[in-house]
Nanobody
Framework: QVELVESGGGSVQAGGSLRLSCAAS?????????VGWFRQAPGKEREGVAV????????YYADSVKGRFTISQDNSKNVVYLQMSGLKPEDTAMYYC??????????????????WGQGTQVTVSS
């Protein structure tokens, strides 16, 4: 059984930083995997924030987070990270980790991800 568990969320002031982690069990981040982070604010659609695709396919970043967020992964620990800096109140949302075997799309499409975490809340105050 696959389980993705996010951690690292919390409350910060604008301009602050957080690092989210997503640990996988029953699933291995492989060379042909897609892994990423989505977020959903109250009353809004879930949107892709940062997604890594296999091989030379470019990593996707939402325009709103480019230059501030970085996705990375440690295959030895089977963990994916989202480093967030320069946080803004509009970054407030529930953040979800996702993984799977679908093909790339820009912006990312939720149906291409097979597995989802339960989410971790990020709240940024002004």
């Amino acid at each position: 059984q696959v389980e993705l568990v996010e951690s690292g969320g919390g409350s910060v002031q604008a301009g602050g930083s957080l690092r989210l982690s997503c640990a996988a069990s029953g699933y291995t981040y492989r060379y042909n995997s897609i892994v990423g982070w989505f977020r959903q604010a109250p009353g809004k659609e879930r949107e892709g924030v940062a997604v890594r695709y296999p091989g030379p396919t470019p990593t996707y970043y939402a325009d709103s987070v480019k230059g501030r967020f970085t996705i990375s992964q440690d295959n030895s620990k089977n963990v994916v990270y989202l480093q967030m800096s320069g946080l803004k109140p509009e970054d407030t949302a529930m953040y979800y980790c996702a993984a799977g075997y679908g093909g790339p799309s820009y912006p990312p499409r939720r149906e291409r991800f097979n597995y989802w975490g339960q989410g971790t809340q990020v709240t940024v105050s002004s």
